[in-house]
Nanobody, 128 residues
Framework: QVQLVESGGGLVQAGGSLRLSCASTEGISKYYAMAWFRQAPGKEREFVAAIRWTGGSTYFADSVKGRFTISRDIGKNTVYLQMKSLKPEDTAVYYC?????????????????????WGLGTQVTVSS
């Protein structure tokens, strides 16, 4: 059973940066993808970014493209989300998740239903 633990959230001023980490207790299969989602108060959980575990190709939501980067450390079973030029609208709980069907599907899932394993989340608050 894969368990994911996020860290790195906090309070930052608009224009600032944060780096989130998500560590898996189990090795991540080369056929999987890992992703970050976020959920703001009163809103649905939304896709932020994803990375293919093998090869490292990435995909971003339009709202964060050019400001956020996603990377992974295979040896540490950890995925990162580097966030720059943060805006108040980036305030949310950020979750990481594992997609075990990327290889079968052939494309990233932008819906949370495509992900089987989730962390408990880390709060990011951006003040104006």
């Amino acid at each position: 059973q894969v368990q994911l633990v996020e860290s790195g959230g906090g309070l930052v001023q608009a224009g600032g940066s944060l780096r989130l980490s998500c560590a898996s207790t189990e090795g991540i299969s080369k056929y999987y993808a890992m992703a970050w989602f976020r959920q703001a108060p009163g809103k649905e959980r939304e896709f932020v970014a994803a990375i293919r575990w093998t090869g490292g190709s990435t995909y971003f939501a339009d709202s964060v493209k050019g400001r956020f980067t996603i990377s992974r450390d295979i040896g540490k079973n950890t995925v990162y989300l580097q966030m720059k030029s943060l805006k108040p609208e980036d305030t949310a709980v950020y979750y990481c998740a594992v997609d075990p069907r990327l290889y079968v599907r052939g494309s990233y899932s932008l819906s949370e239903v495509g992900y089987d394993y989730w962390g408990l989340g880390t709060q990011v608050t951006v003040s104006s």
